[in-house]
């Protein structure tokens, strides 16, 4: 067989390429200057130059030495997959038979579902305290998780709903008639087809809660019970700001989400045609 000729770039396409490199750098720009803040000596944060003299990778140790940032990793992780997995185990049966069963009130169902996306948490931060305040719940990774299992549940529903819908009840019916049950045919047939919304679910949310701010500063108030979003804002005092840290801190906390990414990655090709044959 002859080898096909690489195809010759052309001016639009070397435009297009250009124009996409110098928006890739336009975003990676403040990553790479907290990055470069992060290894600068604190004697040098104010000097004018983008490139240290030393770099001083000690940062990283000071930061873990000098702060609860251990302890509020735990805390983000703790509740970051506490919300995801809470947020996929309610999401799936409700979008599940949100798509597949005519019951009476459905479209209410959606349009509730709907509404409770449009609340923001910090126009219910005073009754939240409140409440768990009362039931003797403030300081605990278990309130955490539940706030913000609840504030990412409907996005969750409407995504799964949407890929749940988009799966042929023929390849349930089919399975049903081979001898496996409804149940069965969701886990062998349906749930695998869904991964993509599954995955796509479980990120978001995922990256919800690892970036919330406001309810992990309303209702932990001690510093072991902070996420990492709180306590990466300990670096910010009245007079002074520790920006060496505070940049350190801050590379710790998206090494997590970029490793996720990595992994996940592979999995959402992988799991679009997964389950789609006998």
Excluded: H
């Amino acid at each position: 067989m002859r080898r096909r000729k690489p195809e010759r770039s052309t001016p639009r396409t070397l435009l297009i390429a250009a124009t996409a490199w110098l928006l890739a750098g336009v975003f990676l720009l403040p990553y790479a200057e907290m990055l470069v803040t992060a290894v600068r000596p604190a004697a040098e944060l104010r000097d004018p130059t983008y490139l240290p003299d030393e770099f001083a990778w000690s940062n990283f140790v000071g930061v873990w030495r000098e702060s609860n940032l251990g302890t509020n990793l735990r805390v983000t992780l703790l509740v970051a997959a506490g919300s995801t997995v809470l947020v996929l185990l309610v999401a799936l049966p409700a979008a599940y038979c949100t798509a597949r069963m005519a019951y009476r009130g459905r479209k209410l169902f959606l349009l509730l579902v709907l509404v409770t996306q449009m609340f923001q948490p910090t126009s219910l931060l005073v009754g939240l305290y409140r409440e768990f305040y009362q039931l003797n719940m403030l300081n605990s990774v278990w309130t955490l998780i539940l706030c913000n299992a609840a504030f990412n549940l409907a996005f969750a529903i409407w995504i799964l709903t949407a890929y749940i819908r988009s799966i042929p009840v023929s390849l349930e019916e089919a399975a049903m008639i081979d001898g496996l049950g409804r149940f069965g045919a969701l886990v062998r047939v349906t749930l695998p087809l869904a991964m993509p919304g599954v995955v796509t679910a479980g990120i978001f949310t995922f990256i919800a809660a690892w970036n919330e701010f406001v309810m992990g500063l309303t209702l932990s108030t001690i510093p072991e019970s902070q996420p990492l979003t709180v306590g990466i804002n300990s670096f910010i005092g009245n007079y002074t700001v520790q920006w060496n840290y505070l940049f350190a801190g801050s590379v710790i906390a998206i090494v997590p989400v970029v490793v996720l990414f990595a992994v996940i990655e592979r999995k959402v090709v992988s799991g679009l045609t997964a389950g789609s044959v006998k």
